[in-house]
């Protein structure tokens, strides 16, 4: 089985304002919305907090991050539901192939 | 044989299968961290946990920068680290459970992670975890925010069933191969491992069986297609019968487990080929 992705294809950017994001964890709006899981949320770790248990109502002790972009479809579901206007999605220009393939015909010889 | 039996595997136990090897429970197999010695992987928490080495994110950074090298690079580290879980059937599952001592019911952090979901209540937990490892719970009270349950034999398998029939992937998790420290209940695509198995071929390796239908019994309900989480069974619209993808099947046997005709039947991967030697 071959799962590989085509090399080069360009994901969307998903950029994530975290001065607005900050309790992600207690409002997990986007999390739950979005239809191909795209997003995570991550624990600050810091060498004191390390075995605390973390209050989600605290800001900034959870971080949101989109570490599954290449699954993400541009539905753009994730900002319509944000309550901060925390999110934006940065649609990609796919870029060209290297090999030229301008005016090659079905059938020629290399 | 996939090479986690022939590694940790007793041809004298249960088959020659390494999951229904005894030793692999001791809890001298338990790796006890030395004084002094940092945090590493899951243990560390959330963030640290996923910056511990490469991971998927470095993976589609490289396609995307279309750095062949690299992608290649990262993705035989990956497979390296992986190769510490399988896909079990329920069957085997049950024989798994009577080895272990203790079993703690414990919330997921894989969808705490994906879908923000924080169990508290005792009904809702989805992973296990197994082994000494548990008894120590406590120290780690963000991990495990929801508490645990420990369970005796009987309650952990009637739970494991309650599992199969909510339509949960039963994943076995190796702590430090060969330990065997917890038994995952996952779907696509709220969890990590069953999302790596089937987004890039890392993860889980497949399980010792593959579904094959039976045309004769098959009435094309299309329950087993409703359960396959894999995207290896589908409905077969020509002759109106579920069909599998041996190449795509992981042998997890949902759709043997839900069928209502009793159509399905899981094989020996050996015996079948062309798939005896398909593990990612």
Redesign the interface.
Known sequence: MTYSLPMGRKFPKISIDLTKCTVPFLCKKCLQACPMAVFNVARVMSKEKRLVEMDPRVDGNYVLHAPRRDKCTVCNICIDVCPVNALKIEVPKQGRSKVETKGVQWGDKE | MCFLCEQFGDPKQGNGLWYLNPTNYARNMYKLRAPGQG?AGAE?????G?RSGP???DL?TA??N?D?PT?DKIRKALVARGQGSQVVPLVDADKVLELCSPIGLIACICR?????I?ERNELEYTCMGMGVGMLKWE????RY?GGVKFVNIDEAKEWNHEMDRRGFVHILMLFGAPYIGGFCQCDY??CGAI?SAV???LGPIKGHYVAMVDYNKCNGCGICAQRCQWGALKFEVTNEKANVDL??CFGCGLCQTGCPRGAINMLERTSVPAVAE?W?
Request: net charge negative.
């Open positions: 945090f560390a928490g959330l963030e640290t996923a991971s998927t994110m589609l396609i995307e279309d062949y992608y705490k992670d994906s879908r923000a924080d120290r780690w009270p963000e925010k695509p709220d999302r987004d890039f071929g190449f795509k398909v990612r």
